[in-house]
C-alpha cells in the first residue's frame, strides 16, 4: 500500500552495503565487517564500517593521542595539577 511522503516525512533507505575501496593487492584485509545503525541514519549514512586504516591510518591515530596528551598535561599542571580545578575549569583552559 502507498503512503503519503512529504518533506517532512522521516524515511531511512537501506541499500545494500558498501565495501569501500578496492585495496591493492599484498594489503592486509580489513577487520571489520559492516553494520547498520538506526541511530545514525536519522542524522545521515547508517552504515558503519568496514574499517582499514593502514600504516598512515594508524600513525595518525598515534600522534593524536600524543598530542592530546601533551595539550591536556600542559592544562592540568596550569592548575597546579588539580582534577577538580581542571575540570571546573576545563572551558576556559580551552581558550588560554
Not at 517532512?8 to 585495496?23: C, H, R, W
Not at 571489520?32 to 549514512?45: A, E, P, S, V
Amino acid at each position: 500500500m502507498a503512503q503519503y511522503q512529504n518533506i517532512f516525512t522521516q524515511v531511512q533507505v537501506e541499500g545494500p552495503a558498501y565495501a569501500g575501496v578496492p585495496l591493492r593487492p599484498g594489503s592486509s584485509p580489513r577487520e571489520t565487517q559492516t553494520t547498520f545503525n538506526y541511530w545514525l541514519g536519522k542524522i545521515g549514512d547508517a552504515q558503519v564500517g568496514p574499517v582499514y586504516l593502514g600504516f598512515t591510518g594508524v600513525c595518525s591515530l598515534l600522534c593524536g593521542f600524543v598530542a592530546i596528551e601533551i595539550i591536556g598535561l600542559n592544562m592540568l599542571a596550569s592548575v597546579d595539577w588539580s582534577p577538580i580545578e581542571f575540570l571546573r575549569t576545563f572551558c576556559w583552559l580551552a581558550l588560554v
